[in-house]
């Protein structure tokens, strides 16, 4: 993906917030000398920030996701008394856009639907070794309320609706009518470790770069 389309997309993305409501924290309009500037030690080892991942297949407006990391912990500090052990997102699933079928190792979260059109979650459950089972049912919880369908069932959110998915659930998702605005509370997050992913995908994009970053993206803090 070029620079100048990740450009776009941020512009399009901060847009897509503020018609919505929600204001970002401070960082996400700092330069990129403040974030790699002393001031911005925490943002850069949590991963605080923007993020745009097309899963590294060059096709961003049919596979891939918009995400803003608002918080974070750190999985090294789990266990320890008076650790972070949450995760804060906001995320912009695009009409028809898949966020591809994956599954976390130790994350729990909660995947909100804030705004926009409706959420639709394809789900699975893992078989004794992990992978996806084609056969058995999925349990979730939705707003609190135990929801079973069949392996490969779709889970549709209306916006203000919830669906809680552990490490077993395996979980695509896309906006059907339109583009969603998405919450997700969760565990740590750890972009490098927890995903485990259906098909042979990356997490982040590769960026060409032909002209300069509005904004770094979490990607580029390594």
């Known amino acids: 993906m070029k ?6 997309i941020l512009a399009e993305g901060a847009a897509f917030f503020a018609r919505h409501g929600w204001a970002l924290p401070p960082y996400a309009h700092w330069t990129a000398d403040q974030i790699n500037g002393p001031e911005g030690a925490h943002i850069r080892d949590r991963k605080l920030g923007w993020d ?15 995400l803003f990391t608002m918080r974070n912990g750190d999985l090294r500090e789990m266990g320890q008394q008076g650790a972070m052990l949450y995760a804060e997102k906001l995320m912009i699933s695009r ?32 078989d004794q070794n992990g992978q996806i089972d084609q056969n058995a ?17 779709h889970l549709k959110l209306p916006v203000g609706a919830s669906v809680t998915l ?5 979980h695509a998702f896309w906006g059907d009518g339109g ?3 998405i919450h997700e509370v969760s565990t740590v997050n750890d972009d490098l470790t927890d995903n485990i992913f259906a098909e042979p995908i990356g997490r982040f ?18």
């Open 166 to 170: 552990t490490p077993t659930t395996w």
């Open 179 to 181: 583009d969603c605005l």
């Open 205 to 222: 994009s590769d960026i060409e770069e032909d002209v300069s970053p509005t904004h770094l993206l979490v990607s580029d803090y390594s």
């Open 52 to 66: 745009i991942t097309d899963y590294g297949q060059g096709r961003f407006d049919e596979m891939g996701l918009f």
């Open 95 to 126: 009409q028809d856009q898949l966020s591809p079928m994956h599954r976390h190792v130790l994350k729990t979260e909660d995947i909100i639907n804030r705004g926009g059109a409706t959420l639709v979650m394809e789900l699975f459950t893992c």
């Open 137 to 153: 049912d999925v349990h979730v919880l939705s707003d609190g309320v135990p929801v079973t369908l069949p392996a490969g069932g």
């Open 3 to 8: 620079r100048s389309r990740v450009n776009d």
